[in-house]
């Protein structure tokens, strides 16, 4: 089946304890991202990757690191995080087709909080 | 970097009635898609548009590809109440993908 896998789904964390949600996909997607969900804001885009080992910011990249080097793998990393990090992320991945990035399948979620 | 304005921000319907809503940009897209999202879920696509002047249905839903490529609409007719939850538009360019800060639908039987 194909899908986009996010773990955990939950996670409640401390302040400043270094922590990383994984994301994997199964079709061979070129193109991965991360975003954030907050009430009232929408989707908005952490970063994202092009393709493995090319990675860019997108709008809310402060306090986030990730990394490609497989294609199947995007994890998102948190150094050190804050109570403003707390939110529901979502991993996304979707094919490139030429010049033109085709829809993107999500995965379920993973809702950090931050005490 | 480019927005997508999404309006309504939420609607409160009747079981049965139409709904529509449009995201507008400043920017081009080579497509539009549209998506729902349930509590508890990931965005789940419900129509994709790849050309300009596209319209395609998918049972009661119908969504539109803008001329100018710089917007999309998405109807939905007779609604139930399965139909509730956020809607949320989506452009993609060469190397991005952006959203509409969604419609919240909450459909009242």
């Known amino acids: 089946e194909a899908q986009v896998t996010q773990n955990p789904r939950y996670l409640i964390t401390v302040t400043g304890k270094k922590l990383t949600v994984t994301c994997s996909q199964n079709?061979?997607?070129?193109?991965m991202s991360w975003y954030r969900q907050d009430p009232g804001l929408g989707l908005r885009q952490i970063y994202y990757?092009?393709?493995?080992?090319?990675?860019d910011k997108g709008d809310v990249p402060e306090g986030y690191k990730v990394s490609r080097k497989e294609k199947r793998n995007f994890p998102l990393i948190l150094e050190s995080p804050s109570p403003n990090q707390t939110s529901l992320y979502f991993c996304?991945?979707?094919?490139?087709?030429?010049?033109?990035?085709?829809?993107?399948?999500f995965g379920q979620g993973t809702r950090l909080t931050v005490v | 970097g480019q927005q997508l304005n999404q309006s309504p921000q939420s609607m409160f319907i009747q079981e049965g009635e139409d709904v529509s809503m449009n995201c507008t940009s400043s920017?081009?897209?080579?497509?539009w898609l549209w998506y729902k999202q349930e509590p508890g879920e990931g965005p789940v696509l419900l129509i994709a548009?790849?050309?300009?002047?596209e319209l395609t249905s998918n049972g009661r839903l119908t969504a539109q590809f803008g001329i100018t490529r710089k917007d999309s609409f998405l109807n939905i007719s007779a609604s139930i109440p399965s139909d509730v939850g956020i809607y949320f538009c989506?452009?993609?360019?060469?190397?991005?993908?952006?959203f509409g800060a969604g419609t919240r639908l909450t459909v009242k039987p």
């Open positions: 990757s092009m393709n493995v080992e090319v990675t």
């Open positions: 996304a991945s979707s094919r490139r087709t030429g010049l033109v990035n085709t829809e993107a399948f």
């Open positions: 920017s081009i897209f080579n497509t």
């Open positions: 548009l790849y050309k300009a002047g």
């Open positions: 989506a452009g993609t360019t060469f190397n991005d993908m952006r």
């Open positions: 079709m061979n997607h070129e193109y």
